[in-house]
């Protein structure tokens, strides 16, 4: 009989350095949103996208050679992420800012989860999912059609492919939510690091900036990750345990997120 991960214990020397930090903040991954059923970018993809890489449709050359299979997987994933609720992770993370208004989350996931949440503080580096955008000019659209089985919806204006509004390899992230993620990472006393396998740039390095700065980074994760050696403490577990225990352990009872 398999039973529910048990939290680790959080170690006296973390709790006191929580409580006594004049600012924190959080860069979190696919792996928070898991629990909410989420797939990650490394777990297999269900049904008829297990033959294809998630990585290796989330690039601009993969939409030039073939948009209308992007934009199909990007349907799929977008009807997924409108199914699925915040989990007990991303409640965790809104009642830390409940209890610190200056906390700020700093996420790689498109899925708008940590708003849905009750985060108000929140930096979105690779864009977010639920929006639609002109792949030309960048154009946010409200609404498409959808309806042709051969080619990705176009834009009304200009007649091109409409795309997600995501981040892909190989171009920039928006220049406020980078700027003010390396300046909260070089501002924070503790960077809780939750749920990302740390393998993507420029979003990989805020824990390094962090930890030059001198704060604290803590990982948070069922596995190790290739910066599981450069932190300062790790606790072991998938975050939707891990997260209430220490909030539990740090701040007791904090007003209710969502
Ligand atoms: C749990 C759990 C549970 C499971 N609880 N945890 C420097 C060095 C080398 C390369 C580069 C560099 N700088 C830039 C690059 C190139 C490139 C890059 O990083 N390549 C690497 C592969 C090496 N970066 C870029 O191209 C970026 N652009 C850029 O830098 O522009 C300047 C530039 C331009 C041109 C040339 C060079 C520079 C853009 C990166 C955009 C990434 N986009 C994606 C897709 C977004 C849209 C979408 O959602 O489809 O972002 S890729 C994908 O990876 C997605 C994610 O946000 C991102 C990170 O993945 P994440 O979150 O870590 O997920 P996983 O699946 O990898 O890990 C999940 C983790 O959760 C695991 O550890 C599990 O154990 C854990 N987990 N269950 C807690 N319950």
């Not at 708008?112 to 979105?124: D, F």
Request: hydrophobic share 45%; charged share 20%.
């Amino acid at each position: 009989m398999s039973s529910a991960p048990e939290a680790p214990v959080i170690p006296a020397a973390l709790i006191g350095r929580l409580r006594k930090a004049r600012s924190m903040a959080a860069l979190t991954g696919a792996g928070i949103s898991a629990e909410s059923g989420v797939p990650t970018f490394r777990d297999a993809q269900t049904g008829m996208w297990a033959k294809f890489d998630p990585l290796e449709l989330a690039t601009p050359d993969a939409f030039r050679r073939n948009a209308k299979l992007v934009w199909d997987w990007y349907a799929w994933r977008r009807e997924l992420v409108a199914q699925a609720q915040p989990n007990a992770g991303h409640r965790a993370l809104a009642a830390i800012e409940a209890a610190n208004p200056g906390f700020l989350v700093i996420t790689q996931n498109v899925d708008g989860l940590h708003q849905a949440a009750g985060s108000a503080n929140v930096v979105e580096l690779h864009g977010n999912i639920r929006r639609v955008k002109c792949s030309r000019d960048g154009t946010i659209v409200a609404t498409w059609d959808d309806s042709s089985p051969r080619e990705a919806p176009r834009c009304a204006q200009c007649g091109a492919f409409l795309r997600p509004d995501v981040v892909w390899f190989e171009e920039t992230l928006p220049d406020d939510a980078l700027v003010r993620a390396e300046h909260a990472a070089r501002d924070c006393d503790v960077l809780l690091v939750v749920g990302t396998a740390a393998e993507v740039y420029p979003a990989a390095m805020l824990p390094t900036y962090a930890r030059h700065h001198g704060a604290a980074i803590v990982e948070i994760n069922p596995s190790p990750t290739r910066l599981s050696d450069r932190v300062d403490y790790t606790l072991r577990g998938p975050s939707g345990v891990v997260l209430p225990a220490l909030v539990t352990a740090v701040w007791g009872d904090v007003p209710a997120a969502r």
